[in-house]
């Protein structure tokens, strides 16, 4: 898989990237790139260690959000990633992984049949590197960055506090991001959760019908913004 070119100035170009530091000037794709600018997107992430609990609450947060048709993003990782891709994928959702390699290097191979079954589904996968390019551990955070940046949302399931899956959060707190998480009673790996409970502004799901109270909530936002721009281009 050699996959497809867009250049930072170019309208597939995912516009998530051109509100973040150290954007790369251009990406490569296979699959549907176009979802990401037609679609809202939210970062499901977390452990690779994942408890039995946290395995539900991934796909069930996969499966909620593909049914509000938004697609779910991630690093196609062991545990929390893959669980949430299966939930999306199981009402056909729409899903964007983003690799820390070449689009010809999926990591980890056990998921290379999850990588062509996101793109049978009309989703897509991403990456900054050349084809060829083999994974470093530097760059699983450097693609950390593109998760959260592609995405207006991001939703920990389950992690440590120092796990992977908090860089991923660090960076969606310096793009100004909204971040949740479900209750740390709920999981076992829960010191990223803890961590998370304490910070200001973070939402806390206790339940899914919490999870579908936030994502109505973010759309409501979404659609207040877009008809406010609407709104100011007929004055201008």
Known sequence: MIGLTAEAESSIYPKGLMTITNAPSKIYYAGSIGIINQHRNI?????????????????QTGYALAK????????????????????????????VAVLPCGLDQIVPRCNTGLAARILSKGGCLLSEYLPETVVQKYQYIERDRLQSGISEAVIVIESGY???????????????????????????????????????????????????????????????????????????
């Open 43 to 59: 970062a499901v992430i977390g452990s690779r260690q994942v408890s039995d609990n946290g395995t539900l609450l991934a796909y």
């Open 68 to 95: 509000s048709d938004i697609n779910v993003v991630n690093g196609l990782a062991r545990g929390c990633d893959t669980y949430a891709l299966d939930g999306a994928l199981a009402v056909s959702g729409k899903c």
């Open 162 to 236: 120092d796990s992977g899956t908090m860089h991923t959060v660090r960076y969606a707190m310096k793009q100004g991001r909204s971040i949740a998480c479900f209750d740390s009673r709920l999981v076992k790996n829960a010191s990223g959760n803890r961590w998370l409970e304490q910070q200001y502004g973070i939402e806390v799901f206790r339940t899914i019908e919490d999870l579908e109270h936030f994502l109505s909530k973010i759309q409501n936002q979404w659609k207040y913004r877009q008809m406010t721009v609407e709104e100011l281009m007929r004055i201008n």
